[in-house]
């Protein structure tokens, strides 16, 4: 049962230019959220798609912009990449609850895709 | 969004059990407290969650006080596999926004 996947693993960028990056979620997940952590420091929420929408939105700029597949796969692009961009950044499925209200699975993350913007 | 109160580091020896606290003061009521967990180059783990009694699972037992303003997740016995990064997390049920804080560094000690 394959968790999630995430490509590249690595990526190196210069200042100003735009990246995507690729998730894949485990078997089964239905619901793809994206999180950006700084060396050091805990994951911050970027967004959340499900049903091909993006649901929720953390406190990110206009940059940082997604989209979610119809086979649930999503993609994270961030333009006009800054020297701040640099992270690793994770991406994290689950399942979304089949009755409105109950509780939604855990999330499930994979290793991540280090950016390093110079 | 609920606020959490982790200690920055602990420390434990291999076989021994560990107490993670967490206090979580403002957490609302339908928030679940969830606790993940971060090994070294991976992504955050899934380890258990609860929303007012305690909980066990294969990896370890969460520990709910009764007004729910804290939390302890307890790994029985801990390996050298265990050193972590720990964080806990009130959240809704959706898992939406899941706040990260800096969590706990567990360190353990052969």
């Known amino acids: 049962d394959a968790g999630v996947t995430q490509s590249p693993t690595h990526l190196i960028k210069t200042r100003g230019q735009q990246v995507t990056l690729r998730c894949s979620p485990k078997?089964?997940?239905?619901?793809v959220s994206w999180y950006q952590q700084a060396l050091g420091q805990g994951p911050q929420f970027i967004f959340q798609y499900y049903e091909e929408e993006e649901r929720q939105r953390g406190n990110f700029p206009d940059r940082f912009s997604g989209h979610q597949f119809p086979n649930y796969s999503s993609e994270l692009n961030v333009n006009a990449l800054l020297l701040g961009d640099s992270a690793l950044y994770l991406c994290?499925?689950?399942?979304?609850?089949?009755?409105?209200?109950?509780?939604?699975?855990?999330?499930?993350f994979g290793n991540g895709t280090r950016l390093t913007v110079t | 969004d609920a606020k959490t109160t982790q200690p920055n580091s602990m420390e434990s020896n291999e076989e021994e059990p560990v107490h993670l606290p967490c206090n979580h003061s403002t957490i609302s009521g339908t928030d679940y407290i969830h606790w993940y967990r971060q090994l070294p180059s991976q992504g955050p783990e899934y380890v258990i969650h609860g929303l007012t009694s305690n909980v066990n699972n294969r990896m370890a037992s969460l520990a709910i006080a009764e007004d729910r303003k804290s939390s302890t997740l307890i790994l029985h016995r801990a390996t050298l596999r265990d050193a972590a990064v720990y964080y806990c997390i009130p959240s809704d049920y959706n898992n939406n926004d899941m706040r990260f804080g800096a969590g706990t560094r567990l360190t353990v000690k052969p």
């Open positions: 994290a499925s689950s399942l979304a609850p089949q009755t409105p209200g109950s509780y939604n699975s855990p999330l499930h």
């Open positions: 078997s089964g997940h239905d619901t």
